[in-house]
């Protein structure tokens, strides 16, 4: 297995899909990367070389990826509850944030449904 950026990319797929496991690395950013880096998309990541992963490798450098992105993101929440955002206090009480419903979906973030007593009537 390849490792880029601390993260294990699997042998058996293409590098275009390959890239997309590390974390702030979509299909169009792998694709810039790989095509800066002159390297064919259709290429299996088990195939790579240690000259084209070292291009890659420094390609990826250019962007915010992986521990640094996930930092700033974290930060960037922090700041909104901080500041006492609308978005920072439905991030403090775990609602969605941005403008769904909530009085019949919203699981994900409100977690298992809570039986109401006496309901029914």
Do not use: C, F, W
Not at 11 to 22: F, G, P, S, V
Not at 71 to 94: A, D, F, L, P, W
């Amino acid at each position: 297995m390849a490792r880029i950026k601390g993260v294990d990319v699997p042998n058996n797929k293409r590098i275009e899909i390959a890239l997309t496991y590390i974390y702030g690395v979509g299909r169009s950013l792998s694709n810039k990367v790989l095509a800066d880096a002159k390297i064919d998309i259709n290429k299996k990541a088990g195939e790579l070389d240690s000259d084209e992963l070292s291009r890659i490798r420094d390609e990826l450098n250019k962007y915010l990826t992986e521990g640094d992105l996930r930092r700033e993101v974290n930060m960037n929440i922090k700041t909104k509850m901080e500041i006492n955002s609308y978005q920072g206090t439905r991030h403090k009480k775990g609602l969605p944030v941005r403008g769904q419903r909530t009085n019949r979906n919203a699981r994900t973030r409100k977690g298992k449904g809570k039986t109401v007593a006496n309901k029914k009537k």
